[in-house]
C-alpha cells in the first residue's frame, strides 16, 4: 500500500443522508450507500468522503456532534459502518471520515455537565468549554456565520455565564486549553481508525484556541495540536490521511502542513472561486493571481482542490470587489447568497453549460492536487434555493426517473427534503440511469476523464508549469513527472481562441492527444499553433523521442 495514497485520489463527497435509503424511511443511510459502492467504483472515484454520521440533533447536519463514538440511527449502526468500510476497501475505495474537533453540540453530554452546576459530573467537565463572565473577550474574532448569530458568545441562564462559538450558538466550542479536552478527541480519532477508515477530514482547524488580541485563527497553539494530533495518528495507524478545512489564504495555509508533519491535506479555498472568476471574465489572469500566491508545499503533502461542496460557494478567500463581482454574476437573487457566499450547485452555476461544466473540472482534475467532487455534480444536479440554510444543495441524488428519483420507497411526503423536481434539473430528465446510457451525458464523460487522470501519474504528483501565451482569454500548463510531461489547454470563454506555444525546451515536439490518441507533429525549433473551440479544453501527453527513451 502506498503511504501517500492521496495524491493519486480522487475523492467523492457525500451526504450520506442524501445518498441512497436502504430501509425505506426516507432517510439516506449507510446500507444505501453500500449498495450504490459499485456506482462510484465505476465512476472511477478512489475514494469517499463521508460527511458527519454520528449522533447529532442534526441542526447543523451532524456537524453539532453529541456522540463521537457512534452512528446516528438514521444513518445504520457501527457495525453497518465497518460493512461499508469493509465492501469500500472490496472496491478498491478508501474511507474519510470526519472529525469535528472544535465544538460539539448543546446537547452533547458533556456540555451538559459543564453548564449546570448540580449536574453529578459538572466538577469533571466543568472546563470543558469556554465560559466567561461578559462577552466582550475576543472581539477580534469575526463571525462566520454572519446571517445566522450577532455575536460568537451566547448567555447560558443555566450556568449564568456566556459560552463561545464560533458558528451555531447551538455548537459551544471546546476549551483546548484543557489537557482532558485535548487527550479525549485524539481517542475519537483512534476510534475511528479502529473502525477501518483511511483518512480523517478535520472540520474548521483555525479555530481551536483563542487568545486575546488576536483574530483566534491559526493560533501557534491550534497547530501544536494538529503536530500532536498527527503524531498519535502516525504511532497509531501509520498511512492514515489528515486532512485539513482551513478556509484561508494560502500563506497562513502552510503552516497546516508543518514540516510535513502536520496535516497531509489542505482544500485549497482560494484558488475556487477564481476558477469561477475567470470563466465568468474569459481570462486566466484569476488563477494566474493566485498560484503565484500558492507555496510549494512540503514533501508528503498534498493541496485538495474541489469546484463545490456541501456548504455555500464560499467568498471569504476573496477581496470585497471580487465578492461583488462573483455575486452579481453567479447569484444575482437574493436567496442564492448566503453569510459570505452563494448556495448553489455546479450545473446551476454554469448555466447549465455543458461545455462550460467540462472545462471547470478539466481544471480542477488537471491543475494541482487531489480534486474531490461533490455528490450529483456529476450528472449535473440542480439545487433548490428556496429550502433553508444550506440545505438547497443537499437535496436527495437522483438516480432515475422513477418515484422519488430511486433515493427512497417511502411516501415522497416522508422524505428528508423534497427531490428536485423543476423542469431542467428535476429527477425525471437528470438522472444517473438515463445519463449512463446517453454516449454525450455528464456522466460518461466524467468516468472517461477519471480514466484517463488515473493513468498519468503526473495529474497528481507532477510538478505545475504555467505557460503564457499571449491570448489570456486560454489557462495552458504543463504537468511535469519523471515518468511523462503533461500539456493542458483551458479556453476560458465561449469564442474560439488561438495560441502559439513555444514548447522545444520540453520535448522534440511530438504529442499525443489523451482523448484521440491521436498524434501531432511539431516542427522542430517552431511553435506549435493550436485552435481551442469555447470552453474546450485539450490534455496531451508530450512524447520523448525514442533515442531518450531507450
Ligand atoms: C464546517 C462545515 C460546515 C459546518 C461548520 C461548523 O465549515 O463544512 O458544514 O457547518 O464547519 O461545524
Not at 462566520?144 to 447551538?170: C, K, M, Q
Amino acid at each position: 500500500m502506498h503511504r501517500d495514497w492521496y495524491k493519486d485520489a480522487v475523492f467523492y463527497e457525500v451526504f450520506v443522508r442524501a445518498f441512497a435509503d436502504g430501509d425505506g424511511d426516507g432517510i439516506g443511510d449507510l446500507i444505501g450507500l453500500t449498495a450504490r459502492l459499485d456506482y462510484l467504483q465505476d465512476l472511477g472515484v478512489t475514494a469517499v468522503w463521508l460527511l458527519p454520521i454520528m449522533p447529532s440533533p442534526l441542526r447543523d447536519d451532524g456537524y453539532d456532534v453529541s456522540d463521537y463514538f457512534g452512528v446516528h440511527p438514521d444513518y445504520g449502526t457501527l457495525d453497518d459502518f465497518r460493512t461499508l468500510v469493509a465492501e469500500a476497501h472490496h472496491r478498491g475505495l478508501r474511507v474519510v471520515a470526519e472529525l469535528i474537533p472544535n465544538h460539539t453540540s448543546d446537547q452533547h453530554p458533556w456540555f451538559q455537565a459543564s453548564r449546570d452546576p448540580t449536574h453529578p459530573q459538572h466538577d469533571k467537565y466543568r472546563d470543558w468549554y469556554i465560559w466567561s463572565d461578559t462577552d466582550a473577550r475576543y472581539a477580534d474574532a469575526r463571525i462566520i456565520f454572519l446571517d445566522y448569530e450577532p455575536s460568537n458568545w451566547t448567555h447560558d441562564p443555566v450556568r449564568g455565564a456566556y459560552y463561545w462559538h464560533r458558528f451555531f450558538h447551538h455548537q459551544p466550542d471546546l476549551n483546548y486549553d484543557n489537557p482532558e479536552v485535548q487527550q479525549a478527541m485524539l481517542r475519537v480519532v483512534q476510534f475511528w481508525i479502529d473502525q477501518g477508515v483511511d483518512g480523517v477530514r478535520v472540520d474548521a482547524t483555525p479555530y481551536l484556541y483563542e487568545r486575546e488580541g488576536t483574530n483566534c485563527e491559526n493560533l501557534p497553539e491550534t497547530h501544536a495540536y494538529f503536530k500532536r494530533l498527527r503524531a498519535s495518528v502516525d504511532a497509531y495507524a501509520p498511512g492514515t490521511m489528515l486532512l485539513s478545512e482551513a478556509n484561508q489564504w494560502p500563506e497562513d495555509v502552510l503552516p497546516y502542513f508543518g514540516d510535513g508533519d502536520e496535516f497531509h491535506m489542505n482544500f485549497h479555498f482560494p484558488l475556487m472561486p477564481r476558477i469561477y472568476m475567470a470563466l465568468a471574465k474569459g481570462n486566466r489572469a484569476p488563477i494566474e493571481g493566485v498560484l503565484a500566491r500558492t507555496p510549494d508545499l512540503p514533501a508528503g503533502c498534498q493541496w485538495g482542490t474541489f469546484l463545490r461542496n456541501h456548504d455555500e460557494l464560499t467568498l471569504e478567500m476573496v477581496t470585497s470587489e471580487e465578492r461583488q463581482f462573483m455575486w452579481e454574476c453567479y447569484a444575482p437573487e437574493p436567496r442564492m447568497r448566503l453569510n459570505l457566499g452563494i448556495r448553489r450547485r455546479l450545473a446551476p452555476l454554469l448555466d447549465n453549460d455543458l461545455r462550460r461544466i467540462q472545462v471547470a473540472n478539466s481544471i480542477l482534475l488537471t491543475l494541482i492536487g487531489s480534486p474531490f467532487l461533490y455528490y450529483g455534480d456529476e450528472i449535473g444536479m440542480g439545487d433548490n434555493i428556496h429550502l433553508e440554510d444550506r440545505d438547497g444543495v443537499r437535496t436527495p441524488m437522483q438516480w432515475d426517473d422513477g418515484p422519488n428519483a430511486g433515493f427512497s420507497s417511502a411516501p415522497a411526503e416522508a422524505l428528508y427534503e423534497p427531490v428536485i423536481d423543476d423542469p431542467v434539473y428535476g429527477y425525471r430528465r437528470v438522472n444517473v440511469q438515463a445519463q449512463r446510457t446517453g454516449p454525450g451525458s455528464l456522466l460518461n464523460w466524467t468516468r472517461q476523464v477519471l480514466r484517463l487522470r488515473r493513468r498519468h501519474p503526473a495529474f497528481g504528483r507532477g510538478d505545475l508549469h504555467l505557460l503564457s501565451p499571449d491570448n489570456r482569454a486560454v489557462l495552458a500548463y504543463l504537468r511535469r513527472h519523471p515518468r511523462e510531461t503533461l500539456l493542458v489547454i483551458n479556453n476560458l470563454s465561449s469564442e474560439a481562441q488561438e495560441i502559439d506555444l513555444d514548447l522545444q525546451a520540453y520535448g522534440p515536439g511530438r504529442m499525443r492527444d489523451l482523448f484521440s490518441d491521436e498524434i501531432l507533429t511539431g516542427e522542430p525549433s517552431t511553435t506549435h499553433h493550436f485552435e481551442v473551440a469555447g470552453y474546450a479544453y485539450r490534455w496531451f501527453e508530450l512524447l520523448q523521442s525514442d533515442l531518450l527513451k531507450r
